[in-house]
């Protein structure tokens, strides 16, 4: 079996610092987010304006946006329902099949395509198994987190050392 690393890519505070320039300047035209915990909470329904204007800078910079989420169709319509993106929900992550489907949708080659994420086993696992690379954000809202992703969290932990001894 190949080894799949768990270490992210690269890693951010937030998606803002991710900026049109620097996904050119890193050779990415399409973008996969993920939604809960890495453009909003949970708890948060519908984008902000922040949001939305980070998000339509990148489709105007010629980047295609779309969003992968395990939550269900439900949320994630709603999230998407002002901006209208590319959608998968359920994805089902860390299963690559959410990634290999909106790579075939945009003719996106593996070195094109970046995964956004918060999530060490979920985001940056699918990234890696689909051959893509996965750019990492802190959680923004940590506490509203269920018992399941908390454990995960634990589980992260050498992984994201790993990330800041091989950067440093
Ligand atoms: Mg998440």
Same mark, same amino acid.
């Given at each position: 079996m190949s080894k799949i690393s768990l270490a992210p890519d690269k890693m951010f505070d937030n998606i803002y610092e991710i900026t049109p320039a620097l996904l050119k300047a890193d050779g990415i035209t399409t973008v996969i987010f993920d939604v809960d915990n890495t453009i909003a909470p949970y708890s948060v329904a519908h984008p902000t304006k922040e949001m939305s204007e980070y998000l339509f800078s990148l489709r105007d910079n010629g980047i295609n946006v779309a969003?992968?989420?395990?939550? &269900?169709?439900?949320?994630?319509?709603?999230?998407?329902?002002?901006l209208g993106f590319f959608t998968i929900s359920k994805a089902k992550k860390p299963s690559r099949r959410a990634v290999r489907k909106i790579m075939r949708k945009f003719g996106a080659s593996k070195e094109q395509t970046l995964v956004i994420g918060d999530q060490l086993f979920t985001d940056c696992l699918c990234a890696? =198994?689909?051959?893509?690379?996965?750019?990492?954000?802190?959680? $923004? &809202?940590?506490? &509203? +987190?269920?018992?399941?992703?908390?454990?995960?969290?634990?589980? +992260?932990?050498?992984? $994201?050392?790993?990330?800041?001894? =091989?950067?440093?």
């Amino acid at each position: 079996m190949s080894k799949i690393s768990l270490a992210p890519d690269k890693m951010f505070d937030n998606i803002y610092e991710i900026t049109p320039a620097l996904l050119k300047a890193d050779g990415i035209t399409t973008v996969i987010f993920d939604v809960d915990n890495t453009i909003a909470p949970y708890s948060v329904a519908h984008p902000t304006k922040e949001m939305s204007e980070y998000l339509f800078s990148l489709r105007d910079n010629g980047i295609n946006v779309a969003f992968a989420s395990n939550n &269900d169709g439900q949320r994630v319509e709603k999230f998407n329902r002002t901006l209208g993106f590319f959608t998968i929900s359920k994805a089902k992550k860390p299963s690559r099949r959410a990634v290999r489907k909106i790579m075939r949708k945009f003719g996106a080659s593996k070195e094109q395509t970046l995964v956004i994420g918060d999530q060490l086993f979920t985001d940056c696992l699918c990234a890696h =198994r689909a051959g893509v690379r996965a750019y990492i954000v802190e959680p $923004i &809202d940590r506490k &509203d +987190e269920g018992w399941f992703v908390k454990v995960k969290r634990i589980f +992260e932990k050498p992984h $994201i050392r790993h990330f800041k001894r =091989r950067k440093a």
